[in-house]
């Protein structure tokens, strides 16, 4: 069998063949590459594009939100001293109860108390000499000076007794209401300065509830409507009414703060205590 002849290509011919080439490559590095480049892209923006997430339900009234509260006494204070002493003794401890006027503290005060001596003899001997001068001035045995200087030193001897009587009345801290103490604050036999704390206390009979509503509910939301408090200490529901509603919304939260009165008076009932509020809203006619 006879092979065919192929004759050499020329050198045209070589340049055709090369340009060829070359023009396919740059074709390839064109259109081969775009698919992958097409896929990167398509990746990277679908990555970085958010996805589209649908609304969250909103309740329209939110009458279903969850609003704690929690127990606050309506009156409550911190007893201090007004005078620098020592403490004798505290006549009730933490978490005793008290009565209105009762004394709580009682401050060693014997200087105090000697001073009052003094200042009563000096205060009932210039009165003596008063009432002696008056009938001395009656007899016109004395002069209206020496009257008025004998009425004048009455009177400065007793603003000094009542002045030290006052006093001596700190030395002992009376109850300025009912209540239980809280908090003590110092011990027996300290030395206090004047204004330094020595008893937390409060009237735990009328506690208040606070705590934040939508200010949407202010189209409804009255003085005196009636709320109900779910306490988780006693697991039980009691009733309360709306005292007080505040004068200002927070733009931030659109709430506003709310005052509760707990109307019956509960002894298992103790400042501290939380739960939930349970406001129904008034029923719509139609």
């Not at 775009?34 to 339900?57: A, G, L, M």
Request: net charge neutral.
């Amino acid at each position: 069998m006879k092979l065919p002849v192929f004759n050499k290509p020329t050198k045209g011919q070589y340049q055709t063949i090369g340009i060829i080439l070359l023009v396919a490559s740059i074709i390839y590095s064109i259109y081969g590459s775009f698919d992958s480049d097409t896929y990167d892209r398509d990746t990277v923006v679908s990555q970085s594009s958010p996805r589209e997430i649908s609304p969250p339900q909103i309740q329209a009234e939110n009458n279903n939100a969850e609003i704690r509260a929690q127990l606050q006494p309506l009156r409550y204070t911190t007893l201090s001293a007004e005078i620098p002493a020592r403490i004798e003794k505290f006549k009730r401890r933490e978490g005793d109860s008290f009565k209105k006027g009762e004394p709580l503290v009682m401050l060693d005060c014997v200087f105090q108390n000697s001073q009052l001596i003094k200042a009563k003899a000096s205060k009932d001997a210039t009165e003596k000499i008063y009432k002696a001068y008056k009938g001395l001035y009656e007899l016109d045995a004395i002069g209206r000076i020496e009257l008025e200087n004998s009425f004048a030193e009455s009177e400065k001897a007793r603003s000094e007794y009542i002045s030290i009587a006052n006093t001596v009345e700190k030395c002992t801290i009376r109850a300025p209401f009912h209540g239980r103490i809280a908090e003590q604050k110092a011990r027996d036999d300290q030395y206090v300065q004047p204004g330094q704390a020595l008893l937390d206390i409060l009237d735990a009979s009328e506690m208040e509830l606070e705590f934040l509503v939508p200010s949407k509910w202010l189209v409804w939301l009255n003085l005196g409507t009636p709320v109900s408090i779910h306490i988780d200490e006693t697991n039980k529901d009691y009733l309360a009414s709306i005292r007080s509603i505040g004068s200002k919304t927070d733009a931030v939260s659109q709430s506003i703060k709310v005052v509760a009165f707990i109307r019956s008076q509960n002894s298992e009932l103790s400042p501290g205590m939380s739960g939930k509020i349970n406001i129904e809203p008034p029923k719509v006619t139609p």
